[in-house]
Every structure is written in structure tokens, then in C-alpha cells.
């Protein structure tokens, strides 16, 4: 029987190859009729047999193309039209409700024609088809057309236009198609923006094997690149970027290249090869790459993403033809950081990078294709139960998460570090890619940059807002203007509840939900800096404080968050044994005063924050008195538990529980009187507040039998490995980030779920 159908698919559908696999789906099956992208998604109409059209609707759920994802396939009767064959057609508009795909690396057949001497691809900087290269950083609007892309100013050459008008083509309809005589092309300028002669690719080699730093356009912007084996170039590089202590990411041509100076096994190199190509945190093993990771027991790994930092391994190599020689180890290893001095947002246009990279890169390696939008690196681990993020950007933006319900769109401004925004849509959460800490002009101006963009690409305008409690973040205040702006309503969400909201919305939990939200500090309902705090959240958008850490004051006030020995001074003063810490930590020249401040209650705020105390215990041990980028302290006491390898056990009698409120002074006690290894003492810590903080949890909610976990110190892996195995002995089961960072990266997801909850729930009042 013949019969014709409508069919709608919806999700991430298009820059994926999608129509290409339905038009030859289609064909296999003889069926007549068109494909098309418009703003919802794809749009298929068929004429054939009902069974083979019945095939046709079962097969576009299971095997579209790899980088797609269909979430649904709506299919209804139709008249039929008489449709002589099966076509491609021109794109519809509509209101947009699909999104735009991510930025992958390149793919293997991409791979093979770049590395292939007789392909016309052959070391072409920018090759690319439909299964691989950038997606979200060069696309304006949707749909997905080359029209609404930065290669809109690159005209197909014929050879190009065959490829991309030829259904059984891997580049048919690959918006960002081009070849060496089309294409964008590669220059090398010097610092005063003058040509550098020769081929592009082998002078940036040169120079960096002769000790330069190139600043590289990428993806979502400008690396500044250098030779990760040259402590001298490190060093220099540290230097110009003002970049004291925090880690520099490096790229191997493989896996294999990484193993003298890492641990890489089997679900780390899996997650190196994953599209996304992100930064993975593998622990130290071997020799030590100097002013790398400096006190840091992992090494931030990546490997190339783009076909410009494939050809620099490939021309270190020799340029071989074929790929056999990624099989075995490499020897160029290359320091790859963002381009974003003084913290700012990272550098993406040709005269922008030229003006703010000078003085820090010595050359410039450019191209003529256009970035739209920032986007950086994303950071990740591996974890005992699976990859978990620290940053959420490149290859991953704009990919949705589904929300427990529907509603109105809501737009979530995030907090004031690690600053993301998060835009629902229907069921969908978009958050943003890693924007930055809102502490500088240019950051600010970058998040209001994002909203414009991101809400236009999804074609939403917002019903309300929502932001943090603090009245002194860039966030909330730009949140109060455009709610004034755009007379919006504006829902207010306390920090922690934000934090363990974000996780409701990732494991999908409706109901009350018991969590504890740990880290460096957030404005409580109070009014006073909280960051140890055990919380239930209900599914009407409140949330009750059942519990908190026992405060400690903070001397200083935010001085003591960059400067832990104030710290692990409070620490001591709670203990009696103020006396001292004059001199313990005689090289500061405030120590001498600091315990009469205490005793006197002078600047010296308290805080429940589990964040402060991981830095007192870090100065306790002598392993970090002033920090020069945020979790610092923290980082240098994980990585000395992790260097321990003997026995372990916990301290007893360490912590006490009191009118709801979770002692560690006990805990702290026992560093501050240690005189034995430094490893061991860094490990038992972990192990024992781990010990108690489930303790805490089965006072306070005994009844809970899943209990989540957010905040900053929940990116420590040690510490969450502790509370998983002890949770699942007592009969628990412990929830931790996955599709978003911990800390405050994830805020922003946690407000809109909290402010839809309240707007759907006034509206049943």
C-alpha cells in the first residue's frame, strides 16, 4: 500500500549530516518525497510503501550520524503528493526551536586526506566535512546554512561545489566545506603584524623549536603556544602572561607521547579521542616537564582538534604520508594555553590578538575565517564513575539538558566566578560556554555579549530572570537591569541552593532532595558567607537549612581566601593556641597582630565555608601560605594526599557534631601538632572528612537514601571517592556533577531550574 507521511525530527539534526543520511535512507528504501532543515529541526516529507516507510521512521532513530542526536521523530499521515524522487530541499524558517551542533575535532577520514601527498586536501589548514570541524564559534544564526556562517565569505570553488551538491558526497552540505584554492588562508606576521616568508606552517615550527611563543588562532580563539620541553620558554611565557603558579595545558600528537610524564589509561585516552578534544587531567608519573604544573600532581592533556595543530605534529614528524605514524610516540610536546592576559576573555580577532598578545607572543600564526563567538577549552577527569567536568566549553556548548518539566523561558545570569548563563527553552537548559570571573570590564562586557548571542542563535526572548542573592555581582546587577529593561520578574537564588538545584536537574529528580553543597564561599539567606552547608531542596523552589560546618572567622575578610595562612592562624586562635602564630608564620609580617585582631572580632567574618578549610589545612602543613590563583591551596594538599602510599586510616575522635553543626576543629588539631609525613597526614585528612561528613549527613537526614554533592571542593576527586564508597556502604547513593563542573560553572542551571520551579509553582496558586 502506498501512503505518504510527514516527519519532523528534532534535536542536534543539523550540521551533522543528517539530510545527506535521509536522502540516501531514503533512496535505499524507494522513497519519494524531501528533506529540509528548518528552525525547528529537520522536516521529511515521504511518499512509498507503509512498510518501507515505517523502516524509514525506525532507522532515523537508530542510526543517524554520529555527531547528531535525536531526541524526536514525529511522523503523521499526509496527502500525497507525487513526488517523482527523493531531494534535498532548501532550508524553511519558522521559529527556531532545534540548536546549533558544537565544535568537534577532525574526524579519520578527514585525517587520512590531510596527511594523503596526492589528495587536493593534502596539509590543507582548514579541511572539514560533515562529520568534524566547527560548528557553534562560526555560526551567527540558525539554521545551520553557509549563508549564516563566517565562510559565507569564502565562495565554493567548482570542484568544492561538486562535493557539496552531491548526495553520496561525505561533504554534501557541509556548511564549512572549502579546499586550498577557496578556502581561508594562513599568514605568519611577526609582533608588528608584517609577513614572516616562507610556508606558515614549517616557520611556526621553526620558531617554536627555536624557543618563541606563537600566539595561534584555534577554534573558539587565540593559544598562545610554546615548547613544553624548554623551561626557559616556559618560564618567559609565565612571565608575560603574569601567570605565576597556575597549570599550562599540553598537546601531544597521541596518547603514547604523554606516558614519560603521565598516567594514561584506558577511560583517560578514551576521553582524550573523544570529538570534543578536551583538556584531561591525567595524574603525574615519570619525569616532570618544568613550570608546567608546578606542585600539581596532574597534568592538564590534550591533543590536536584543529588541522593547524595536526600539521605542526605532522611536519615535527618528518610529513609522512598516511597515519601509521601516530601509532607510536612523538617527541614535540607544546605548551597550549589560552590567549586571555590579565584574565580577560580569550583574544579571537586577527587585530584584537596583534594588539592585546603584544609584548607575549613573539609571532603570530592568523587566518582569515572569522570567530563569532568565544570559546574555550573545556577541562575534564576521570572519575570513579566517569568523566566529570572542571570547565564546560569547546565541544560540548551548546549541547541541551533536559529539564524534569516544561515551562516559560528563563534566563540565568550565574554568579561572579567561573561565570556561565543558562537559558531554557521548553524542557531545554542551553547553558553557555566558560565565560570567566566577572572581575574586570572586558569579562562583564563578554557576558552581556553572550546573552544577546546565545538567546538570538535559540531564538528565545526570556519570560523572567534570574540571578545570585550578592547585590555587588556584575551578574545580579546586569540581571536587575535587563529585568527593568525588559519588565521581566527577577527570582533571587541563594548560592548553595543554586549549586544542588543544577544537580537535581542532571540526575532528574522532581522531589525533596537532601545534598550538601561544599565550597569557597556564597552569600547565605542570612546574609553571612556560607560554604559548608547540608540543605534539603523541595521541588517548589524553597529550600531549608538543616545544617552547616562550624564557622571560622575569616582574618582579613576576602584576604584570607588568597592568603591561607589566615586561615590556618584562625584555626589556631579557635584552638587556644593563638600564641602561635607569630611564629609559625613569622615570614608575614601581619602575623605578629593578627591573633589581638581575633580576639578582638576585628574584620575577621565568619564563614561556614568547607573551601576555608581545606586551606587552613593546607597551611597547617606548611604546603601553601598565599596562593596565586583560586583553589590553589586546595589543588597542592589533593595532590600531597595522592602522592601517599601506604596504609590508610582516619583519625578518630577528629570531628563532633552539635546542634546541627559539624565540628572539624578536632580534625584540624591533629595537622597542626603533626610532625610525620606530610602525605599521609594530607591523605587521613581526606579519608576523615569524608568519614564526617556522612557521619553529619546520618545525624541530620537519616531518612535519605540519595544524598547530591556540589560546590568547588566537589571537583576534588579524592575526597568524592571517599564519599562514594562510604555512601554506598551505608546503604546510600551519593549524586556528583557530570554534564556540568561542580562549582560555579553549574550556578547558573541551578538558578533557572529554581526559578522555573517557582513560577510553575505560583501558577497552580
Request: hydrophobic share 45%; net charge negative.
Amino acid at each position: 500500500m502506498t501512503e505518504a507521511r510527514h516527519i519532523r525530527v528534532t534535536g542536534l539534526v543539523q550540521g551533522v549530516g543528517f539530510r545527506p543520511f535521509v536522502w540516501r535512507l531514503a533512496r535505499e528504501l524507494e522513497l519519494a518525497g524531501w528533506v529540509r532543515n528548518d528552525a525547528a529541526g529537520v522536516e521529511i516529507a515521504a511518499e512509498g510503501e507503509t512498510r518501507q516507510l515505517d523502516i524509514l521512521i525506525d532507522r532515523l532513530r537508530r542510526e543517524a550520524p554520529p555527531l547528531a542526536r535525536v531526541e524526536d521523530v514525529c511522523a503523521v499521515s499526509a496527502p500525497a503528493r507525487g513526488h517523482g524522487d527523493f531531494v534535498i530541499a532548501a532550508s524553511g524558517g519558522g521559529a527556531v526551536t532545534t540548536a546549533i551542533g558544537q565544535d568537534t575535532g577532525l574526524c579519520g577520514d578527514c585525517l587520512d586526506e590531510l596527511f594523503k601527498p596526492a589528495d587536493r586536501r593534502w596539509r590543507h589548514p582548514f579541511i572539514t566535512c560533515t562529520h568534524c570541524g566547527p560548528r557553534y564559534t562560526l555560526t551567527r544564526r540558525l539554521p545551520y546554512d553557509r549563508a549564516n556562517t563566517s565562510l559565507v565569505e569564502f565562495p565554493l570553488c567548482p570542484d568544492c561545489k561538486t562535493e557539496y551538491t552531491d548526495p553520496g558526497n561525505r561533504r554534501f552540505h557541509a556548511e564549512t566545506l572549502c579546499c586550498p584554492n577557496c578556502g581561508p588562508q594562513l599568514q605568519l606576521l611577526n609582533p608588528a603584524g608584517g609577513p614572516l616568508p616562507g610556508d606558515a606552517i614549517v616557520a611556526t615550527l621553526d620558531l617554536l623549536q627555536r624557543g618563541a611563543i606563537v600566539a595561534i588562532k584555534g577554534l573558539g580563539g587565540f593559544h598562545l603556544v610554546c615548547d613544553a620541553r624548554n623551561a626557559n620558554v616556559v618560564a618567559r611565557l609565565r612571565e608575560r602572561k603574569a601567570r605565576e603558579e597556575k597549570p599550562f595545558a599540553v598537546m601531544a600528537a597521541n596518547a603514547a607521547s604523554f606516558l614519560p610524564f603521565a598516567n594514561c589509561d584506558a577511560a583517560a585516552q578514551a576521553l582524550l579521542q573523544a570529538p570534543a578534544r578536551p583538556v584531561v587531567l591525567l595524574p603525574k608519573a615519570g619525569i616532570e616537564l618544568a613550570g608546567i604544573a608546578p606542585g600539581i600532581q596532574w597534568l592538564g592533556a590534550m591533543l590536536p582538534a584543529t588541522p593547524i595543530q595536526w600539521l605542526l605534529f605532522h611536519e615535527a614528524a618528518g610529513r609522512p604520508a598516511g597515519t601509521d605514524w601516530l601509532r607510536d610516540p612523538q617527541s614535540l610536546l607544546l605548551v597550549m594555553t589560552s590567549a586571555n592576559p590579565g584574565g580577560e576573555p580569550l583574544v579571537t580577532g586577527n587585530n584584537e590578538a596583534l594588539q592585546r598578545l603584544s609584548g607575549i607572543a613573539d609571532a603570530f600564526l592568523l587566518h582569515d575565517r572569522d570567530i563569532l563567538l568565544r570559546c574555550d577549552d573545556s577541562v575534564m577527569r576521570v572519575s570513579a564513575s566517569g568523566p566529570a567536568f572542571l570547565r564546560r566549553a569547546r565541544g560540548y556548548t551548546p549541547c541541551p539538558i533536559k529539564l524534569p518539566l516544561s515551562g516559560p523561558s528563563v534566563l540565568a545570569l550565574g554568579a561572579a566566578l567561573k561565570n556561565t548563563l543558562c537559558i531554557t527553552r521548553g524542557d531545554e537548559a542551553f547553558v553557555s560556554a566558560h565565560i570567566g570571573d566577572l572581575d574586570n570590564a572586558a569579562t562583564c562586557t563578554f557576558l552581556e555579549e553572550t546573552v544577546e548571542h546565545l538567546s538570538g542563535i535559540l531564538d528565545v526572548r526570556p519570560e523572567a530572570l534570574a540571578c545570585d542573592l550578592h547585590p555587588d555581582f556584575h551578574s545580579t546587577r546586569l540581571a536587575h537591569a535587563l529585568a527593568e529593561r525588559w519588565n521581566l520578574p527577577l527570582i533571587q537564588v541563594q548560592h548553595h541552593h543554586a549549586h544542588l538545584a543544577a544537580l537535581a536537574v542532571e540526575h532528574g529528580v522532581s522531589d525533596t532532595l537532601i545534598g550538601c553543597a561544599l565550597d569557597g564561599v556564597g552569600l547565605g539567606s542570612d546574609g553571612t558567607p556560607w560554604g559548608g552547608e547540608l540543605l534539603s531542596v523541595d521541588d517548589d523552589g524553597s529550600f531549608a537549612r538543616l545544617g552547616h560546618l562550624t564557622c571560622l572567622p575569616l582574618p582579613g575578610g576576602d584576604r584570607a581566601a588568597r592568603e591561607p595562612w589566615r586561615m590556618a592562624a584562625a584555626v589556631l586562635h579557635r584552638l587556644g593556641r593563638g600564641d602561635e602564630i607569630a611564629l609559625r608564620y613569622a615570614a608575614h609580617p601581619a602575623a605578629a597582630q593578627l591573633n589581638t585582631l581575633l580576639e578582638r572580632g576585628i574584620n575577621a567574618p565568619l564563614t561556614s565555608s568547607l573551601g576555608r578549610v581545606f586551606d587552613a589545612a593546607a597551611a597547617l602543613l606548611g604546603l601553601c601560605d598565599n596562593t596565586s590563583f583560586e583553589g590553589q591551596a586546595a589543588m597542592l594538599l589533593e595532590g600531597c594526599a595522592a602522592r601517599h602510599s601506604g596504609a590508610l586510616r582516619i583519625w578518630g575522635q577528629s570531628w563532633h557534631i552539635e546542634k546541627n553543626q559539624l565540628s572539624l576543629l578536632p580534625l584540624l588539631a591533629r595537622l597542626a601538632e603533626w610532625d610525620g609525613s606530610r602525605e599521609e597526614a594530607a591523605a587521613r585528612f581526606h579519608l576523615t572528612l569524608a568519614h564526617a561528613l556522612v557521619d553529619w549527613i546520618s545525624a541530620l537526614a537519616p531518612a535519605a537514601r540519595t544524598v547530591a554533592f556540589g560546590g568547588g571542593c566537589c571537583l576534588n576527586a579524592i575526597l568524592t571517592r571517599h564519599l562514594s564508597v562510604l555512601l554506598e556502604d551505608s546503604g546510600r547513593r551519593g549524586l556528583f556533577a557530570r554534564q556540568l563542573p561542580p562549582n560555579d560553572g553549574g550556578i547558573s542551571l541551578g538558578q533557572a531550574w529554581v526559578a522555573l520551579q517557582r513560577i510553575v509553582q505560583c501558577g497552580k496558586r
